[in-house]
């Protein structure tokens, strides 16, 4: 069974850092690309980053680009997002998605696999 189980959010100020993780299980995690996705309260879907199978390649959306780093570890098949500089407005619940085909990272109809998320509250 494919398994994505995220943990590292938490109520975190402004301008603080939070480190979110995502454990796979049940598939072969370095055939995959991965991506961070979140959804802010009353907003749709927001792809945040990618990395390529081997973490040699990495991608950012604009809002987030500077502040959030995202890797890779295959050997404990666990994927992370380094969140610094948070602002209230990163505010959301924050998924990983698995993805074994080429296409636009933002295409979210074109992940394999989702985990349930992991809620993240920037606020003072």
């Known amino acids: 069974e494919v398994q994505l189980v995220e943990s590292g959010g938490g109520l975190v100020q402004p301008g603080g850092s939070l480190r979110l993780s995502c454990a796979a299980s049940?598939?072969?995690?370095?055939?995959?690309?991965m991506s961070w996705v979140r959804q802010a309260p009353g907003k749709g879907l927001e792809w945040v980053s990618a990395?390529?199978?081997?973490?040699?390649?990495?991608y950012y959306a604009e809002s987030i680009k500077g502040r959030f780093t995202i890797s890779r570890d295959n050997a404990k098949n666990t994927l992370y997002l380094q969140m610094n500089s948070l602002k209230p407005e990163d505010t959301a619940v924050y998924s990983c998605?698995?993805?074994?085909?080429?296409?636009?990272?933002?295409?979210?109809?074109?992940?394999?696999?989702w985990g349930q998320g992991t809620q993240v509250t920037v606020s003072s």
């Open positions: 049940g598939f072969t995690f370095d055939d995959y690309a």
């Open positions: 990395i390529s199978w081997n973490g040699g390649s990495t």
């Open positions: 998605a698995a993805r074994s085909t080429g296409g636009s990272w933002s295409q979210l109809n074109g992940y394999d696999s």
